[in-house]
């Protein structure tokens, strides 16, 4: 088992930064990946950034957030990081944690995160 546990979301201006804080705890050995994710009001969950864990230069990004945000690891290694940039209103949305297991269908999430960019 995985727990994972998000902070650092709040109220920022259009142009802001943020940095959100994903802490794990349990057996992260067993974890492939880590993931955020965010769910805008009335829109379906969509990934935002993910970083393997066994090569963590090895990172993804959606279109809308490339160049703006920046997943990455702590020294600690139970830490994922995700920093925003030049925010805008419509990344208004809970972000979420995710630990991508390696076996197949294992996955944790964490309470989620709200952000709210307002212009």
């Known amino acids: 088992q995985v727990q994972l546990v998000e902070s650092g979301g709040g109220l920022v201006q259009a142009g802001g930064s943020l940095r959100l804080t994903c802490t794990a705890s349990?057996?992260?050995?067993?974890?492939?990946?880590m993931a955020w994710h965010r769910q805008a009001p009335g829109k379906q969950r969509e990934l935002v950034a993910t970083?393997?864990?066994?090569?963590?230069?090895?990172?993804n990004y959606a279109d809308s957030v490339k160049g703006r945000f920046t997943i990455s690891r702590g020294s600690a290694r139970n830490t994922v990081y995700l920093q925003m940039n030049t925010l805008k209103p419509e990344d208004t949305a809970v972000y979420y944690c995710?630990?991508?297991?390696?076996?197949?269908?294992?996955?944790?999430w964490g309470q989620g995160t709200q952000v709210t960019v307002s212009s």
């Open positions: 995710n630990a991508i297991g390696a076996t197949a269908g294992v996955s944790y």
């Open positions: 349990g057996n992260m050995f067993s974890i492939f990946a």
């Open positions: 970083i393997h864990t066994q090569t963590p230069g090895s990172t």
